[in-house]
């Protein structure tokens, strides 16, 4: 397998007291237009401190790191670590200042680089009951 | 902005008839352990269809292609053009099978590049009246 993608950063998250923030790099501050109708975003991560090979060959993880819980595929967790190092978190919008988002709270680390937000449509995004 | 990360396909998305499938690459097999205890998984495609410089530098399109829409940032869009092709798709497990998993539906086409699957919690993925 010898294709890959590019994916570049787009903009970063800040931490400041206990104030959270997406700041979005100013040349892609146009793609932000209209996000001020939106209550909630998905924010896209990348894991930067998991990125080297050995880490994105790992398959399988005890959750949570606790070694009580069984090993379990990647893919039937939220780990950090697995192939493509992309974090995926809902958050919900204080703010937009420009090329900054103020947020309420992202389980990511200050610092991790941002590859995408997308709008939260509950219709496409959330199952009501699911069974 | 020179840094940038590296995606690989790890699957790809077939349709025969009416069934859908996500087929993950043999050597990403171990990665699904355990997700037959998931009913919904979250997939993440590339939408590799446009993967060219010019598309990836479109910060504001016309949603749904339709130029009644006014020009909205591609952030506060679910448009396939955008910085980091990412698509996101929520998608009903009907089964799995060794590398195969059966889902429901998907709006992505066949034959696009599968890039990671996280399980679906409606706790952290979720919002029951956002407002």
Redesign the interface.
């Known amino acids: 397998?010898d294709?890959?993608?590019?994916?570049?950063?787009?903009g970063t998250i800040k931490k400041q007291d206990r104030s959270v923030f997406v700041e979005?790099?100013k040349?892609?501050e146009?793609?932000?237009?209209?996000?001020d109708?939106?209550?909630?975003?998905?924010v896209?991560t990348?894991f930067?401190e998991n990125?080297a090979p050995e880490k994105r060959k790992v398959?399988?993880v005890h959750p949570r790191g606790n070694k009580a819980n069984?090993?379990?595929?990647?893919?039937?967790?939220?780990s950090p670590v697995?192939?493509?190092?992309?974090g995926?978190f809902?958050c919900?919008i204080i703010s937009i200042e420009k090329n900054v988002i103020q947020i309420e709270h992202i389980?990511a680390f200050a610092g991790s680089?941002v590859?995408?937000?997308?709008?939260?449509?509950?219709r496409?995004?959330?199952?009501p009951n699911?069974?």
């Open positions: 397998m294709n890959h993608y590019q994916i570049f950063p787009v979005i790099y040349e892609y146009d793609a932000l237009y209209g996000l109708q939106c209550t909630h975003i998905i896209f990348w930067h990125d398959l399988k069984p090993l379990t595929g990647v893919f039937a967790t939220r697995r192939p493509n190092l992309i995926l809902l919900k389980e680089p590859i995408d937000i997308k709008p939260y449509i509950p496409i995004d959330s199952i699911p069974e």
